[in-house]
């Protein structure tokens, strides 16, 4: 493995994470050496190592399918409820009650700020007023 790791100029843990690779180099080094073969001749360990990238090639894609078979079906089965009546008015209802709710507290709130902010307004002329009147006597 680390032969094979340091001439693909990767970390060994690479080959050893990926299922396909991992048992591509097991297959090639179970496989004894060789002699030579011609430029168009192809190799059984060549053949064993695209088999079994194949099968594992095969597996990730039934894995993905069924993944995305399961998505369609929570989608598809989402929109038929939705779609349905069942539940969704009675959520939309006290929803919309409560943002009502809240926007009548938003108002009140609001209402009690400029109120205060008046009241602060106020106290703060009658305060200069009052320094004015303490500098005016010194």
Known sequence: MSSIASAARVHRS????????HAAVSAA???PAEPAAT???????????????????NIRLRQ??????????ESLGEAVFRDSGLGAPDD????QRAL?????QLLEL???LEERSDELTAARAANRELMTQLNIRH
């Open 29 to 31: 080094a179970a496989v």
């Open 100 to 104: 009502t709710d809240r926007e009548q």
């Open 92 to 95: 939309i209802r006290s929803l």
């Open 14 to 21: 690479f080959i050893h994470r990926r299922a396909d690779l």
């Open 110 to 112: 609001r209402r009690q």
């Open 64 to 73: 993905h399918i069924r993944a995305l078979e399961n998505r369609l079906s």
């Open 39 to 57: 430029n168009n001749a192809v190799s059984i360990a060549s053949l064993r190592a695209d088999l079994l990238n194949t099968r594992a090639f």
